[in-house]
């Protein structure tokens, strides 16, 4: 008996030492991990943490532009003050591209640009006054400029682009925002200006006052028509006048209707009085409609739309300066003034120079529209 339990606790005893160890889980060493591999991606958006890429800015700017500016104007990307030529030189590069292809602004040429940069010793990559600017934007016959700039803000960068009427200096446009400092922009900024004369010569001019861009007779004007008088100095918001490039394209009546006022003066630069007077006066009348002085204020040249009817002094002056000199494109036939006295409206014959006259304005003749600027 006692020989028969010896047996079975010996048999159990070595069962559990057999099993046991079967039955335990041994912890096993954590297999190693790969390193994972570089997430551009990923390393792009850590990297902007900060703030935005250079190409992203570019592209925000761009669409701000589009949004604040009429489309169909023409805008010149005239100058970005960066450390360096070439990061300069870039961001003007791209932002036109980004312009050109939304179809909705008529940017201007880098050619032509760079022609005009030479020409005036305008510098693209330094900081520039606004009336340089200006004066540059009238020159290409531009509506509106861009400019901009780069400043180191410890580290990272803050960029700033800016668009302004040519015509009033109001601002259309503004846009800034912070860019991180991208292996892009550390090598764009590398090399520095080119210390030429050129860039030296415009650092001086932006020193001290710019001086605007002069026009003289028979030049084109900012509206792409053709400069007939300057009186030598600018008061009154202006110093020259500009004649539309080409007539109206069918003869008018000076009035449809006889309204009993008398727009008497005839001196230079009272055309544009004359013309508010006549159509004051029209919009008492049923509108003016088919008359010579709603064409011209009716009229948008290149996204100018300040045209007004030519008293006969500044008609005359079209003539002599403009006709006889064979420019202008005019017509040998009878022209309208914005003069109309108790003889009649007064006229001009393009064929040779003399005064002609229309009893109540009722004669059809051809309209050549003018400007101030």
């Known amino acids: 008996m006692k020989m028969k339990k010896f047996v079975v606790m010996l048999t159990a005893f070595i069962a559990i030492n057999v099993l046991l160890p079967n039955c335990v889980t041994t912890p096993q060493p954590e297999p190693k991990q790969a390193a994972p591999a570089e997430n551009t991606a990923t390393a792009q958006q850590t990297e902007s943490a900060g703030g935005k890429s250079l190409d992203q800015a570019i592209a925000e700017a761009a669409a701000r532009i589009e949004e604040r500016v009429r489309p ?5 990307l005239l100058n970005f ?21 939304s179809g909705s602004l008529t940017v201007v040429d880098r050619k032509e640009m760079d022609l005009i940069r030479s020409e005036m010793d305008f510098q693209f990559s330094g900081d520039v006054s606004e009336n340089s600017m200006q004066a540059l934007g009238q020159k290409i016959g531009a509506q509106s400029i861009v400019s901009g700039s780069l400043t180191d803000i410890g580290g990272d960068y803050r960029i700033m682009f800016r668009v302004l009427s040519v015509e009033s200096a109001a601002i259309l446009a503004q846009f800034r925002t912070d860019i991180v400092s991208s292996t892009r922009v550390k090598a764009l900024l590398e090399g520095g200006k080119t210390a030429t004369a050129a860039s030296a010569q415009t650092n001086r001019q932006a020193a001290a006052p710019a001086q605007p861009v002069s026009y003289k007779v028979g030049d084109k004007g900012p509206a792409g028509g053709i400069v007939f008088y300057d009186k030598g100095n600018k008061s009154n918001g202006w110093q020259y006048l500009e004649a539309a490039p080409s007539d109206i394209n069918r003869k008018l009546p000076g009035q449809t209707e006889h309204i009993g006022m008398l727009t008497e003066d005839r001196t230079v630069g009272s055309g544009r009085k004359n013309t508010d007077r006549m159509m004051e006066e029209a919009r008492k009348s049923g509108g003016g409609f088919g008359w010579a002085a709603k064409a011209c204020v009716d009229l948008t040249v290149n996204d100018f739309n300040d045209w007004y009817l030519p008293a006969w002094d500044e008609l005359n002056f079209m003539y002599g300066n403009l006709h006889a000199q064979g420019l202008g494109g005019f017509r040998n036939d009878i022209y309208y003034s914005s003069t109309d006295t108790s003889a009649g409206w007064w006229l001009v014959n393009f064929s040779n120079g003399s005064r002609d006259y229309a009893s109540w304005g009722q004669r059809e003749c051809y309209v050549r529209p003018v400007r101030q600027f």
């Open 72 to 76: 169909g104007s023409k805008i010149a």
């Open 81 to 101: 003050n960066a450390p360096s030529d070439r990061f300069s030189a870039y961001v003007l590069d791209e932002l036109s591209v980004y312009l050109v292809d």
